[in-house]
Nanobody, 122 residues
């Protein structure tokens, strides 16, 4: 079992940057593929970014390509989401998730954090 805790959310103006962190405890995070999802009010939770266990493979939703970057530090049991050129439509609760393979489907990730709010003002 792995426990995930997100941090780093906040309020930022459009065009600004934030870096989210997801700290893992319990089983080492290097055993897992990791992903970020987000959920805006009244919308379904959607895939944002994925990184495999070694960090050698990443995938992104089209809406965030070129602006958001996922990375991981297995020595620190932490996964990051660097968010640049933020837009108001990026406003959501951001969740990290742990799984065993690449998927954009939230149902394929058995482990979740509690989420961190990101608000982008125009």
């Amino acid at each position: 079992q792995v426990q995930l805790v997100e941090s780093g959310g906040g309020l930022v103006q459009a065009g600004g940057s934030l870096r989210l962190s997801c700290a893992a405890s319990g089983r080492t995070v290097s055993r897992y593929a990791m992903a970020w999802f987000r959920q805006a009010p009244g919308k379904e939770r959607e895939f944002v970014a994925f990184i495999n266990w070694s960090g050698g493979s990443t995938n992104y939703a089209d809406s965030v390509k070129g602006r958001l970057t996922i990375s991981r530090d297995n020595a620190k049991n932490t996964v990051y989401l660097q968010m640049n050129s933020l837009k108001p439509e990026d406003t959501a609760v951001y969740y990290c998730a742990a799984g065993t393979y690449y998927s954009t489907n939230k149902e394929n990730y058995p482990h979740w954090g509690q989420g961190t709010q990101v608000t982008v003002s125009s």
